[in-house]
């Protein structure tokens, strides 16, 4: 997730969630989705320590964990706050909506020990969030942000492309608010269309057209440098697989290796403009990135070199240790 530590990773499906968020599917599957039960916290956390060891935090996903029942609520963070405690674990993470999020809520999560808390914005468009059924606003956003930041509980932000009425532009004018309020962590979910939800239905009647994946990996390479730049990480990009999409899968820009196709992008955006400033010729073209970012340099499945080769360029690359993310220089 956030690179050097591994999260211990616990779903809380929202049942009875008063809500119908358009691209949400956990009412179709809340069936077949168990609540989390306290005592499963210690399992897992046994599992996980036993595997790989310490700097672990136990992450409850599902989105809106403050909106559950405030009882059962506080049984799970109690019974993983004891793992703090006892210096097992190094924080908790928790997401959940914009509306679910005020002062005594944060108190409740400080107290327990909460350290990240993620608020699906999605937009800040007021229009885009009601078409999409989010049932609340962006100055709701807004607000839980700054309670969080106040409490003294980190701060993510997750955000959608693509949504029922949404835009290239509603998504660079989301991504700009959602800087100004000053994440430290960012994740960025191009729209996927799921069977059981009513983006679903406009889909099938020909309401609603997904972005393209080309469409979706030019978009959030615009949108990463965006939040790059201004020191917030970007720590997850694109649905997980394995998370369910592939079996409810209808359409939209899914893919396993989304990021990936996003660095990639980057560095071949880079590189061209690296190109038009130097005006180097056509012909040999010598580039250097970070060891590390090699590959991305090169695009998945050496797309980049591909596509300089397409454009005249006779491609080699080596490392040149030092430089940043997304910096590439003329060997
Ligand atoms: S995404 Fe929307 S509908 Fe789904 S659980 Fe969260 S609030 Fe409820």
Do not use: W
Not at 57 to 65: H, L, Y
Not at 79 to 87: F, G, M, T, W
């Amino acid at each position: 997730m956030s690179g050097k530590h591994t999260n211990i990773a616990l779903f809380v499906p929202h049942a009875g969630c008063p809500h119908q968020c358009s691209f949400c599917n956990q009412k179709s599957i809340s069936g077949s989705v168990k609540p989390l039960e306290p005592a499963e916290i210690d399992r897992a956390v046994e599992v996980a320590l036993a595997g790989s060891g310490k700097g672990m935090e136990i992450a409850f996903f599902g989105g809106s964990f403050t909106a559950i029942e405030q009882s059962y609520m506080r049984s799970l963070l109690e019974r993983a706050s004891k793992y703090i405690d006892n210096d097992r674990i190094t924080g908790i993470r928790i997401s959940t909506r914009p509306d679910a999020v005020d002062d005594e809520i944060c108190k409740t999560l400080k107290f327990y020990g909460v350290t990240a808390a993620e608020l699906g914005a999605q937009s800040m468009d007021d229009e885009v969030l009601r078409l999409n059924r989010r049932g609340h606003t962006a100055q709701d956003v807004a607000r839980a942000s700054e309670l969080i930041k106040a409490a003294g509980i980190s701060l993510g932000l997750q955000m959608m492309t693509g949504l029922y009425g949404g835009s290239r532009e509603e998504s660079l004018y989301t991504a700009q608010r959602l800087i100004e309020l000053e994440p430290e962590t960012m994740r960025i979910y191009p729209t996927v269309v799921l069977e059981g939800t009513p983006l679903g239905e406009l889909y099938k009647a020909g309401k609603y057209t997904p972005q393209s994946l080309d469409e979706a990996v030019d978009l959030c390479a615009g949108l990463i440098p965006m939040f790059h730049s201004r020191g917030i990480k970007v720590i997850r990009l694109g649905l997980h697989s394995g998370g369910g999409v592939e079996e409810g899968y209808l359409a939209g820009p899914y893919h396993p290796s989304f990021r990936e196709l996003c660095d990639g992008e980057i560095y071949f955006k880079n590189i061209l403009e690296l190109i038009k400033t130097t005006g180097v010729p056509k012909g040999r073209l010598e580039l250097a990135a970070a060891p590390e970012y090699l590959s991305q340099l090169k695009g998945q499945k050496k797309k980049n070199i591909k596509r300089l080769e397409d454009l005249g360029y006779e491609c080699t690359v080596s490392a040149l240790p030092g430089l940043g993310r997304y910096e590439v220089r003329l060997n």
